[in-house]
């Protein structure tokens, strides 16, 4: 059993980094404010989840397994929540869109 929980949580830190990787490429490599915070609050969030979902596997106390279980109901509760008021935060004062994007949604004359 001791195994077998040992391959899940190297298993899910292993993906747990490579989402935190992806999210660290969108932030260097997306065009815009808008997308990069997508890349950051999505991919990073998912990173930091399973990563913390790894530890809550391998910790053999309960007050680890808790706090790491409250850490993932945090940043799930927060990270898409945040995301969003720094983005209408932003276009508010005036970052626009890259030209690259098709919609623009917040516009008024959409």
């Not at 195994?3 to 490599?29: E, H, M």
């Amino acid at each position: 059993m001791n195994d077998i929980a040992t391959l899940i949580s190297a298993a899910l830190l292993v993906i747990g980094s490579i989402f935190a990787l992806i999210a660290a490429i969108g932030l260097l490599r997306l065009p815009d404010l808008y997308t990069r915070m997508h890349a950051a609050s999505k991919a990073g969030t998912m990173g930091s989840c399973l990563m913390l979902i790894a530890l809550a596997i391998h910790a053999s106390d309960v007050g680890t397994v808790s706090r790491a279980l409250a850490g993932v109901v945090f940043f799930l509760l927060t990270a898409p929540v945040s995301a969003h008021l720094l983005a209408k935060a932003a276009y508010s004062v005036g970052y626009r869109l890259h030209s690259s994007s098709v919609r623009d949604e917040m516009s008024p004359d959409s």
